[in-house]
């Protein structure tokens, strides 16, 4: 667990690949001015306060991207117009490689550390199972998510796999798959998912899959996540400043 906080969660948390992939497009065109890689990672480094639970949504979606052969490939970070807000819309959003073929992968991610069974999370109507029903029922959202994700996809490696998947939800009465993910710090309990398993199943028509996978912790890590982060951050910058 603390390796991934420290190596792939953090990347995702404040973006390093995209950010370094800006500063480097930005550089092409300046090279002669007096600008630096280090000048520009001052600029656009995240400083924003991190919480808890957006540290699990980090975790969980890259947990999704290693073991479930799947690819969140825009960080949703990015689309963040305001400093500390939270973004609206699916906290998923990616291509899903299954069967030899490619599908459109939207879900939700719910972070808590209630102990009780299944957490308050996963019910009312902000709930993990009132938001996964959604997705399996409002057309309009998924072809939302489907343009959002076209946008940002056309003219990149991935376009290939976005043309694939739009194809197979076209065909395939637009199917998709659904990905619902609790991230736990308890001993773990089938009672967390069980009933959202049996009361989801009867969207899986049509072949939509749905998924539904909770990822347990350490007992009480959660809490400790921000603390990991930041330390890891310190490190990063006291490095850099080194070299």
């Given at each position: ?17 995209g950010?370094?992939?800006l ?85 939700e991610?719910?972070t808590?550390?209630?102990?009780k ?6 019910y ?120």
């Amino acid at each position: 667990m603390r390796n991934a906080l420290t190596n792939e969660v953090y990347n995702k948390v404040y973006d390093i690949h995209g950010i370094n992939d800006l500063i480097d497009s930005i550089l092409q065109g300046l090279s002669d001015t007096g600008f630096n890689k280090e000048s520009l990672l001052s600029v656009f480094s995240c400083n924003d306060k991190i919480t808890n639970w957006e540290i699990g949504e980090a975790y969980a979606q890259t947990y999704i991207e290693d073991n479930y052969h799947s690819y969140l490939p825009w960080n949703i970070n990015r689309d963040t117009k305001k400093p500390g807000s939270s973004l609206p819309g699916a906290d998923i959003v990616g291509l899903h490689s299954h069967n030899n073929s490619v599908f459109f992968l939207f879900g939700e991610i719910k972070t808590s550390s209630q102990k009780k069974y299944p957490p308050s999370v996963t019910y009312g109507p902000d709930g993990l199972k009132k938001q996964l029903e959604e997705l399996c029922t409002e057309e309009e959202t998924i072809i939302t998510l489907i343009k959002y994700l076209g946008f940002r996809l056309k003219n990149t490696k991935y376009w290939d796999m976005y043309q694939k998947a739009f194809y197979n939800y076209h065909i395939n009465n637009f199917n998709v798959h659904i990905f619902g993910v609790l991230v736990r710090d308890v001993d773990p309990n089938k009672k967390d998912l069980s009933e959202r398993a049996k009361s989801l199943a009867s969207y899986c028509i049509n072949g939509r899959q749905v998924y539904l996978t909770a990822i347990y912790l350490p007992q009480d890590a959660i809490s400790k996540f921000v603390s990991v982060m930041e330390n890891e951050h310190e490190r990063r910058v006291r490095f850099s400043a080194k070299k």
